[in-house]
């Protein structure tokens, strides 16, 4: 069974400050893809970023990067500079892929920057 | 080019009561679904649809019915409301739904049962 775990239920932060949002991920799967999402206070999901279990290299967009680790079963995210408007809940998913296709959601990471 | 669009916003319904949410997509996905959103549970699927015609349940499927007439619209019937299911329901749709698309979602639709 697909699984996803966000151990960090609240992060609060100052601003500019480094923060990493965990997650691991279990799946039986050799080919599979991982998603983050970030949930603003107005509600929306947006999606930020997919990785699939083949590409290994961290990602960078802006303040954002994604650490990839097979070896670990990890995808952590990281916003370096934190500012207010990244305040949201993160939520970390991956596929189960076959004919029976979903997205399999962690419980989500409430980051809270504060000036 | 609207994305996934879903109404109502807002809805509060008696238990007992019926309702449909509808959900529209105009991207030619040919893939859509149904999630719930509860506190400290993430999101959950109910339903999902890989064309129309064809719908199949997900990990909470009890107590929803769908149906999939055409590409575009995949609309979530409740049909005797519970306090139980009270909850932001958010439809999803991705390309051909096979692993490596990316699911976008509806803005949602917060729905309460007294």
């Known amino acids: 069974a697909q699984k996803v775990t966000q151990a960090q239920t609240e992060i609060s932060v100052v601003e500019k400050e480094d923060v990493t949002l965990d997650c691991v991920y279990e799946?039986?799967?050799?080919?599979?893809?991982l998603f983050w999402y970030k949930q603003p206070p107005s509600g929306e999901l947006v999606f930020l970023i997919r990785?699939?279990?083949?590409?290994?290299q961290n990602e960078i967009s802006g303040r954002y990067s994604w650490n990839f680790q097979k070896s670990t079963s990890s995808f952590n995210f990281t916003i370096t500079a934190s500012q207010v408007v990244d305040s949201a809940v993160y939520f970390c998913?991956?596929?189960?892929?076959?004919?029976?296709?979903?997205?399999?959601f962690g419980k989500g990471t409430l980051l809270t920057v504060n000036p | 080019n609207a994305g996934v669009t879903q109404t109502p916003k807002f809805q509060v319904l008696k238990t007992g009561q019926s309702m449909t949410l509808q959900c529209a997509q105009d991207?030619?996905?040919?893939?859509m679904s149904w999630y719930r959103q509860d506190p400290g549970m993430g999101l959950r699927l109910i339903h999902y649809?890989?064309?129309?015609?064809?719908?199949d349940q997900g990990e909470v499927p009890n107590g929803y019915n769908v149906s999939r007439s055409t590409t575009e619209d995949f609309p979530l019937r409740l049909l005797s409301a519970a306090p139980s299911q009270t909850s932001v329901y958010f439809c999803?749709?991705?390309?051909?739904?096979?692993?490596?698309?990316?699911?976008?979602f509806g803005p949602g639709t917060r729905l309460t049962v007294l």
């Open positions: 799946t039986r799967d050799t080919t599979y893809y």
């Open positions: 990785r699939n279990s083949f590409d290994e």
């Open positions: 998913a991956q596929n189960s892929g076959g004919s029976n296709y979903k997205l399999t």
């Open positions: 999803a749709s991705s390309l051909s739904g096979m692993r490596r698309d990316t699911q976008y």
């Open positions: 649809s890989v064309g129309a015609g064809i719908t």
């Open positions: 991207m030619n996905h040919e893939y």
